[in-house]
């Protein structure tokens, strides 16, 4: 297996780099989907949201933001993404572990998001109840996908999604 690049939280300065990342991995129809309602007017988690270095140059990054489902907390995952030159490496899964890890470190107990699942499912992710859990905007309920991070995190877990 190929050395992956060290993955630590992202800083401050970091921000210009992974939102040209970001830019890069999604475009500008990143700002259409339904998941950047939530991150709208809401605030990244500082220390839960990661990145990978190579040589000091921003070549991954995960972001973790506040949410509640219903009346629950829970962390929303993403945008993540990963430099064309690093992909099929197994950065992607590795961020995503560390940045749950960094998440159930602060003391967060459910990760939701909108993403693939036959990727995510590898990183521990499994399917919402869509008659129990309503996400803004036009979503495939069939791609929203929750983690427990702490055991019954996701016990009763009914409502929508919304900024905290």
Not at 7 to 33: S, T
Not at 69 to 97: C, H, T, W, Y
């Amino acid at each position: 297996m190929e050395r992956l690049p060290p993955i630590d939280a992202e800083r401050p300065e970091d921000f210009d780099a992974v939102e040209a990342l970001i830019d890069a991995a999604f475009g500008p129809g990143r700002y259409a989907k339904s998941a950047e309602r939530l991150r709208e007017g809401n605030h990244q988690l500082a220390g839960v949201s990661v990145v990978a270095r190579e040589a000091g140059v921003v070549v991954g990054c995960a972001r973790m933001w506040p949410v509640k489902v219903g009346a629950s907390p829970a962390v929303l995952l993403g945008p993540f993404a990963v430099a064309d030159e690093m992909r099929n490496k197994g950065l992607g899964i590795a961020l995503v572990q560390a940045a749950c890890e960094a998440a159930a470190k602060a003391g967060h107990g459910l990760v939701i998001l909108v993403g693939d699942a036959p990727f995510f499912t590898r990183a521990g992710f499994a399917p919402v109840d869509p008659n129990a859990v309503s996400f803004p905007g036009p979503v495939d309920m069939r791609r929203v996908l929750m983690r427990e991070l702490k055991p019954g995190a996701a016990a009763g877990l009914k409502g929508a999604v919304t900024r905290p």
